[in-house]
């Protein structure tokens, strides 16, 4: 099928003439082109996802290699570091080329800023989306950084809808798949393939006392300020502490703001953040937007429910008035923290809800799903 693209761009990625062998029924070696390694100090939820992914496909028998930006650590599958955090995006075609070579199917994780992958790598390539960042363009790069936000959406926009109209793309999420359609991706080339989560473990204690959690990576559209100012509201009514792990460029802003009651923790071990999980009474979830809010299903499994607000990927991870409230607004977000906080008996319920259905999203599924998309995306390329 041919490619809608510029001239301009077509001759800024020529592709290789060399002819390549016939492909495999299934992919055997897969190449994730990401921005981090899941090592980083940075890395969130779409990078566990990778690492998930690339692990399970290894055990499975494929040749994984996992080409990233910032720093590489040792996995059981190979990882390639293509330099740093934000140059790795110039330098992914070349550090393709000298130390991967080739593969059966290009993975691209897309987070945004897209590598363009379909421009440059003449073979089967599958993109993975967490989800589209339309308004979050906006959010990161306002005033003066207006035109950088309107150029990233436009480019976001053209290699998910318009680089090549063929082959399946994952989102994670119906409300990925949503946001695909929205610009443009056809419906029948949308896979939704679900987060999975591990098994919990022996549970821990639940506190005693109230204990409120938050748990992710401290950049704006978090809006852990936003959670900070409904605690002043909900604090007088609930008593307890508010527990903010993770860290991030906006942890020090976020520390100065912070009232009575609040810690930060920064980044945890697995094992403390298993028992903040299993310790607190509600998981808080203010961000603007997810592809799936993959801490949400993390705390499900440890039947505390959770509170967000009724955004894309929340909305499918939680299941309002039943694994926890979906919000509509500030006074409902904290509206709903004292309710539940003051009900034992609905917290237990929607408890226990949440750990029913979180049983149901396992890795090992995940993994099975998305080999079966990898599988189609081989079996269905036309050079």
């Known amino acids: 099928m041919p490619q809608h693209v510029p001239s301009s761009l077509r001759a800024a990625f020529p ?19 990401a921005r981090r390694d899941f090592g980083n ?50 330098r992914a075609r070349s550090a393709f080329r000298r130390q991967v070579g080739d593969c059966d199917l290009l993975v691209e994780v897309c987070n945004g800023m897209p590598y363009l992958a379909p421009l440059w790598h003449h073979g089967p390539t599958l993109r ?12 990161r790069f306002g005033g003066p950084l207006a035109p950088a936000a309107r150029l990233g959406r436009r480019l976001e926009h053209w290699a998910l809808a318009g680089a090549r109209r063929s082959g399946p ?26 987060n999975g989560v591990e098994e919990p473990g022996p549970p821990a204690a639940r506190s005693p006392e109230p204990l409120f959690l938050a748990v992710g990576r401290l950049v704006e559209y978090k809006r852990i300020d936003l959670l900070l100012r409904l605690w002043e509201r909900v604090r007088p009514v609930t008593g307890g502490r508010l527990v903010i792990v993770g860290d991030g460029p906006e942890r020090q802003r976020l520390e100065q703001l912070a009232g009575a009651g609040v810690e930060f923790t920064g980044h945890v071990s697995e094992a403390e953040k298993h028992r903040l999980l299993c310790a607190a009474w509600l998981l808080l979830h203010p961000s603007a937007v997810e592809g799936w809010g993959l801490v949400v299903t993390e705390a499900a499994a440890r039947r505390t429910p959770a509170i967000a607000f009724d955004v894309p990927g929340l909305r499918d991870s939680v299941v309002d008035g039943e694994t926890g409230l979906l919000a509509r607004g500030e006074s409902s977000f904290a509206a709903a923290w ?13 408890g226990k809800a949440a750990g029913d259905r979180a049983a149901q999203y396992r890795w090992s599924h995940t993994v099975r799903q998305f080999r079966a ?10 050079p």
């Open 338 to 350: 004292c309710t539940l906080a003051l009900s034992t008996h609905r917290r237990t319920l929607m």
């Open 169 to 194: 793309l994952v989102a994670v999420s119906p409300s990925t798949a949503q946001a695909l359609r929205a610009i443009g991706v056809e419906r029948e080339r949308i896979r939704v393939v679900h």
């Open 41 to 90: 100090e940075a890395a969130g939820g779409s990078e566990l996802l990778v690492d998930r992914l690339a692990e399970g496909l290894t055990h499975l028998g494929h040749q994984v290699t996992l080409l990233c930006g910032g720093p590489a650590s040792y996995r059981d599958y190979r990882v390639v570091s293509a330099g740093g955090d934000l140059g790795h995006y110039l």
């Open 128 to 139: 993975l989306v967490n989800h589209v960042h339309t308004d979050l363009w906006r959010m």
């Open 373 to 382: 998309v990898a599988t189609e995306a081989v079996r269905g390329w036309t």
């Open 15 to 33: 592709r290789s003439a060399q002819r390549h062998p016939a492909l495999p029924p299934q992919p055997r070696r897969i190449v994730f082109l």
